[in-house]
């Protein structure tokens, strides 16, 4: 249990270094950029190009959930030791 704790830690860990350095601001940017055009292009696109732009906007916010989760998961995982 505890090399799952210490993975669950260092993973959060490597994460959230991921999301304080230049890089990963520069793609955060983009996605989010991205993320404007396809609502944008949602909402005046024909009908039949709903799908595409819908499955678009799912995977860049999946990308920014997954990123987010794991820095929580270590955050909880924290916690709780904390507790013990």
Do not use: F, N
Not at 1 to 22: F, P, Y
Not at 42 to 64: A, F
Not at 70 to 79: G, L
């Amino acid at each position: 249990m505890a090399s799952s704790i210490d993975e669950k830690l260092d993973r959060g860990r490597a994460v959230w270094e991921m999301t304080q350095t230049e890089g990963w601001q520069i793609i955060k940017s983009l996605i989010d950029q991205e993320l404007e055009i396809e609502s944008k292009d949602l909402l005046d696109c024909p009908i039949e190009e709903d799908l595409e732009h819908k499955q678009m906007i799912k995977v860049y916010r999946k990308v920014l959930s997954m990123v987010d989760s794991v820095i929580k998961e270590r955050d909880e995982t924290a916690q709780d030791l904390r507790k013990e």
